[in-house]
C-alpha cells in the first residue's frame, strides 16, 4: 500500500442470516478495539447478503462502530417489474459506501456480461456509492501467458465508458479466478504485477491523478498468513477475502496487518 488508505474487505457470499451477522460484526469490532485498531490508517468493510445489511446498519449506527458495509451485487435497473431484484437506490438507503459488482461467481452462476457490469457500475455511481470491480483470468489465461492483458481488458471494458470523475470513485479487486477459494495465492509479485499493469491503464486512459486515487485490492485466499507480504506491495492497497473473512479473528488479524 501507499499514500491510499488501505481496504480490507470481507465478501461474506451467502454465508450467516442477520443474527450471525450481527453477532459477527459485535466481536468484530470488540477484537479490534480491543487491540486499539486505528480505523483511520485502514478501513474495514463487509459485505453481507441482503437479508443483513438493514440489521448491520442498526447495529453500526447505535454503536457508532467504524465499520462500512455494502451489497455483493446490484440491479442495474432503478425500479419496476424486476422480481427478485434490489436496486443501488435501495441499497443505498441502508447506508452502504460499496457495492461488489462483477464478482467471478457473478459471471459464472449468473448471466453478467461485460455490458451488465457496466451497467451495475453505473447504477452504482448514480446512487452516490463506490463500485469495487472485480477482475482477474482463470488458469487458462494464465497458461496462455495473457493474464495482465486480460485483467487490464476487463477493466478497460468498464472504464472506457466512464468519465474522469468516476472514474476516481472506483475500486478494483484484482482476484485471479484460480485461486479464490483454492488456497492457492497470488505470490506478493504476481499481485503487484497485475495491479500495476492496471494502474498504468488508468493512467494512460484518464491521467495520474485517477490512477493514485483509485484502490487496488487483491483477493484469492488471502489469509492472516500471507497478507503482510501482500500489502506491503507499493500498488496492493487491501484486500477482498472471502472465505478468511468468515472468521472474525482471522479477519481481525489481517486488517491489523494491512
Ligand atoms: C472472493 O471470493 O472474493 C475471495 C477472494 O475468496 P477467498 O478469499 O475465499 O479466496
Not at 459464472?108 to 452516490?128: C, M, T
Not at 488508468?202 to 486515487?213: E, G, H, I, N, P
Request: glycine share 6%; charged share 20%; hydrophobic share 45%.
Amino acid at each position: 500500500a501507499s499514500k491510499r488508505t488501505p481496504l480490507v474487505a470481507g465478501n461474506w457470499k451467502m454465508n450467516f442470516n442477520h443474527l450471525e451477522a450481527t453477532y459477527f460484526v459485535q466481536k468484530l469490532v470488540w477484537l479490534l478495539r480491543d487491540a486499539h485498531f486505528d480505523f483511520k490508517r485502514c478501513e474495514v468493510a463487509l459485505f453481507p447478503s441482503f437479508t443483513s445489511l438493514r440489521s448491520v446498519q442498526v447495529l453500526v449506527e447505535a454503536d457508532k462502530m467504524h465499520i462500512n458495509y455494502g451489497a455483493q451485487s446490484v440491479s442495474v435497473t432503478t425500479q419496476g417489474a424486476f422480481t427478485g431484484d434490489v436496486s443501488a437506490d435501495m441499497i443505498a438507503s441502508l447506508g452502504c459506501a460499496y457495492v461488489i459488482v462483477g464478482h467471478s461467481e457473478r459471471r459464472k452462476y449468473h448471466p453478467e456480461d461485460d455490458a451488465n457490469i457496466v451497467d451495475q457500475v453505473r447504477a452504482v455511481l448514480a446512487a452516490g456509492m463506490q463500485p469495487i470491480l472485480c477482475v482477474g483470468e482463470s488458469f487458462e489465461e494464465r497458461r496462455q501467458g495473457i493474464e495482465l492483458d486480460f485483467a487490464v481488458g476487463q477493466v478497460h471494458d468498464v472504464t472506457r465508458d466512464l468519465n474522469t470523475e468516476e472514474a476516481a470513485k472506483l475500486i478494483v479487486a484484482y482476484e485471479p479466478v484460480w485461486a479464490i477459494g483454492t488456497g492457492m495465492v497470488a505470490t506478493p509479485q504476481t499481485a503487484q504485477e497485475a495491479a500495476h499493469a492496471i494502474r498504468d491503464d488508468l493512467a494512460a486512459t484518464f491521467d495520474r491523478t485517477v490512477a493514485d486515487t483509485v484502490r487496488i485490492l487483491y483477493g484469492g485466499s488471502v489469509t492472516s498468513k500471507n497478507a503482510a507480504e501482500l500489502i506491503s506491495q507499493p500498488d496492493v492497497d487491501g484486500f477482498l477475502i472471502g472465505g478468511a473473512s468468515l472468521d472474525a479473528e482471522e479477519l481481525a488479524k489481517i486488517a491489523r496487518l494491512a
